[in-house]
T-cell receptor, first 114, second 115 residues
């Protein structure tokens, strides 16, 4: 089974801190995604990547950046954390061009910014 | 562009009763359709998907969904629910053909199964 591992389940950070959320997948998937999930808003796409060193903005990229130096790892960076970035963050991966493959999700990181 | 509407944000139901979670989509091109489930404090897990062929799709845990092109719907059903089905359910759509298309998710339906 494909595994998508997010390094932390729960994080508490202070306003203004630089925050790194790490995601690793073990099945050589080309595509990786970062979502945030908020009550009543569903999943909103922050950034995605179709290849190493490649990134594309999703629907809500402001205040975030990403890094994909290796195929298996996709990092989400909060440059200066703010309280409105308190949320559940979900990482996902999928096989390359094959639409028949769904996304495989990690267990999520619940981030609280105080 | 595609969009997904999940018509109910919350669905309470008693154990062993049938349930239907509604999903409608909008798209100018043909689409693939998915249902995901999220148990408390977990990530999303694929329940089932419609790619082509038979419009009735069976998934894990006894769930099934029916693709209705004329009504642009993909409703999820289970004839008899269990307490363990309590979770949030997400419908998603993806365009096919052409370049990569990302999954577009609905806002989710929280299913609460009561004893």
């Amino acid at each position: 089974d494909v595994k998508v591992t997010q390094s932390s389940r729960y994080l508490v950070k202070r306003t203004g801190e630089k925050v790194f959320l790490e995601c690793v997948q073990d099945m050589d998937h080309e595509n990786m995604f970062w979502y945030r999930q908020d009550p009543g808003l569903g999943l909103r796409l922050i950034y995605f990547s179709y290849d190493v060193k490649m990134k594309e903005k999703g629907d809500i990229p402001e205040g975030y950046s990403v890094s994909r130096e290796k195929k298996e790892r996709f990092s989400l960076i909060l440059e200066s954390a703010s309280t409105n970035q308190t949320s559940m963050y979900l990482c996902a991966s999928s096989q390359g061009q094959g639409v028949s493959y769904g996304y495989t999700f990690g267990s999520g990181t619940r981030l609280t910014v105080v | 562009a595609q969009s997904v509407t999940q018509l109910d944000s919350q669905v309470p139901v008693f154990e062993e009763a049938p349930v239907e979670l509604r999903c409608n989509y909008s798209s100018s091109v043909s689409v693939y359709l998915f249902w995901y489930v999220q148990y408390p404090n977990q990530g999303l897990q694929l329940l089932l998907k419609y790619l082509s062929g038979s419009t009735l799709v069976k998934g894990i845990n006894g769930f099934e969904a029916e693709f209705n092109k004329s009504q642009t719907s993909f409703h999820l059903r289970k004839p008899s629910v269990h307490i363990s089905d309590t979770a949030e359910y997400f419908c998603a759509v993806r365009a096919y053909g052409g370049s990569q298309g990302n999954l577009i998710f609905g806002k989710g339906t929280k299913l609460s199964v009561k004893p």
